[in-house]
């Protein structure tokens, strides 16, 4: 089993940066391809970015395509969402998740395991 606790979020104003966290637990974590999901209120949750097993294979949605990007470092069992030129409409609560398996989704319905969230919110 896998735990998955998000932090990072905060009140950001347009155009400024934060960096997400996700923090697993779980010998078997590096076995996970990971994802993040944001929903925000009114709206289906929606893929942001993915990224494989062994971090070598990203993928981003086109919303943020050139603004996000996905990491992850198995020594600390953390994958990070770095989000620069933050818009009012990335504001949402971001969820990380984790599918067993080398590859990532886009797909929310395929992630066996979520995180809390975390709320990011952008003021213009």
């Known amino acids: 089993q896998v735990q998955l606790v998000e932090s990072g979020g905060d009140l950001v104003q347009a155009g400024g940066s934060l960096r997400l966290s996700c923090a697993g637990s779980?010998?078997?974590?590096?076995?996970?391809?990971m994802g993040w999901f944001r929903q925000a209120p009114g709206k289906e949750r929606e893929f942001v970015a993915g990224i494989s097993s062994s971090g070598a294979y990203t993928s981003v949605a086109g919303s943020v395509k050139g603004r996000f990007t996905i990491s992850r470092d198995h020594a600390k069992n953390t994958v990070y969402l770095q989000m620069n030129s933050l818009k009012p409409e990335d504001t949402a609560v971001y969820y990380c998740?984790?599918?067993?398996?080398?590859?990532?989704?886009?797909?929310?319905?395929?992630?066996?395991?979520w995180g809390q969230g975390t709320q990011v919110t952008v003021s213009s």
């Open positions: 998740a984790a599918r067993l398996g080398t590859t990532s989704s886009v797909l929310w319905s395929s992630y066996e395991y």
């Open positions: 779980g010998r078997t974590f590096s076995s996970y391809a």
